[in-house]
């Protein structure tokens, strides 16, 4: 079955995995996600891409317990969802979903790593990945 990633400019996937890509400002060192032109710190127009760290820690989380208002596409059958703030290396806070299995919980504090989610199924069967974390416990009992 064929994939694509939902926005190809948020990040890039070499032999190491997926890689989130921010942007740095070279005066202030202000790091954005995702890729900004201007800088939120000082104003300069001169930011510059910048991979982010793969892992991190959760800051903060919440259950995403209604379908979320447009432009949301997702899938029409709503299941709820774990969505917290990671933090990456004190770089920056990265939004995103969390994969938990239904017996789990979040602890704020807990280590996390990047991983690729479905996200929904384009109408030509193609499924459209997004990025997630993960608790780095999850990762470790999937490697060899």
């Not at 990633?5 to 996600?33: K, M, N, V, W, Y």
Request: aromatic fraction near 10%.
């Amino acid at each position: 079955m064929a994939a694509r990633f939902i926005d190809p400019g948020l990040l890039h996937h070499d032999e190491s995995g997926p890689q989130l890509l921010g942007s740095r400002c070279p005066e202030c060192t202000a790091t954005t996600f995702p890729v900004q032109t201007f800088c939120p710190r000082c104003a300069r127009p001169d930011m510059r891409e910048h991979p982010l760290p793969r892992r991190g820690t959760l800051w903060t989380y919440t259950i995403q317990a209604f379908k979320p208002k447009p432009p949301y596409d997702g899938p029409d059958d709503f299941e709820p969802y774990v969505v917290g703030y990671v933090n990456l290396d004190n770089e920056v806070l990265v939004e995103a979903r969390l994969e938990y299995g239904p017996d789990e919980h979040p602890r704020i504090g807990e280590s996390m790593a990047l991983s690729l989610t479905p996200y929904v199924t384009a109408p030509d069967g193609t499924t459209v990945m997004t990025f997630a974390f993960r608790p780095i416990a999850h990762e470790e009992e999937v490697q060899p």
